[in-house]
T-cell receptor, first 114, second 108 residues
Framework: EAEVAQSPRYKITEKSQAVAFWCDPI?????LYWYRQILGQGPELLVQ????????DSQLPKDRFSAERLKGVDSTLKIQPAELGDSAMYLC????????????FGPGTRLTVT | KNEVEQSPQNLTAQEGEFITINCSYS?????LHWLQQHPGGGIVSLFM???GKKKHGRLIATINIQEKHSSLHITASHPRDSAVYIC??????????FGAGTRLTVKP
């Protein structure tokens, strides 16, 4: 069964360092989402791609976060510089075409900033 | 303020009990999702519904559009049902919001 792949699964970094996460969605899924989930809370959308275009990045802290999906397939989320408050689970999900379709989630990357 | 409210926040049950988790939201929606998150973080979509009721195995999801409320029921609960259950709503403006989740523990 096709799955959303994410790497790394765990990342520990010091504050002010740069960190990057990778996501490979299910083949054929046009929509890719990056979410941040702080412990004890629900996921919060950071950025939504439709193919290679950003559809919604209104909640992305653009001074330190960036995301790209250059060829409309896999995607990278970067944080530079990392801050203590960025410690969270970063989840990637994909769907066939937008929110009207079921989202499939990856295993997530748990980031700890020290 | 979280626009999607779930209750209870935590729930402990004995194996075999009937479980109900509730979700309420504030304005008109296009769809509502129930998600299951296991320890370690992986999320699985259980249901997507916009009206009525859906059933899959021991899981039942209902939604009342007029009351802006949905429930997830688990019949004959089992320890493997222990997880965090998250309600997510897609508002009519294509904005998706997630509840904080209900942590369910089913004891043998």
């Amino acid at each position: 069964e096709a799955e959303v792949a994410q790497s790394p699964r765990y990342k520990i970094t010091e504050k002010s360092q740069a960190v990057a996460f990778w996501c490979d969605p299910i083949s054929g899924h046009a929509t890719l989402y990056w979410y941040r989930q702080i412990l004890g809370q629900g996921p919060e959308l950071l950025v939504q791609f439709q193919d290679e275009s950003v559809v919604d990045d209104s909640q992305l802290p653009k001074d330190r976060f960036s995301a790209e999906r250059l060829k409309g397939v896999d995607s990278t989320l970067k944080i530079q510089p990392a801050e203590l408050g960025d410690s969270a689970m970063y989840l990637c999900a994909s769907s066939l075409a937008g929110y009207s379709y079921e989202q499939y989630f990856g295993p997530g990357t748990r980031l700890t900033v020290t | 303020k979280n626009e999607v409210e779930q209750s209870p926040q935590n729930l402990t049950a004995q194996e075999g009990e009937f479980i109900t988790i509730n979700c309420s939201y504030s304005v008109g929606i296009s769809a509502l999702h129930w998600l299951q998150q296991h320890p370690g973080g992986g999320i699985v979509s259980l249901f997507m519904l916009s009206s009525g009721k859906k059933k899959h195995g021991r899981l039942i999801a209902t939604i009342n559009i007029q009351e802006k409320h949905s429930s997830l029921h688990i019949t004959a609960s089992h320890p493997r049902d222990s997880a965090v259950y998250i309600c997510a709503v897609l508002y009519n403006n294509n904005d998706m919001r997630f509840g904080a989740g209900t942590r369910l523990t089913v004891k043998p």
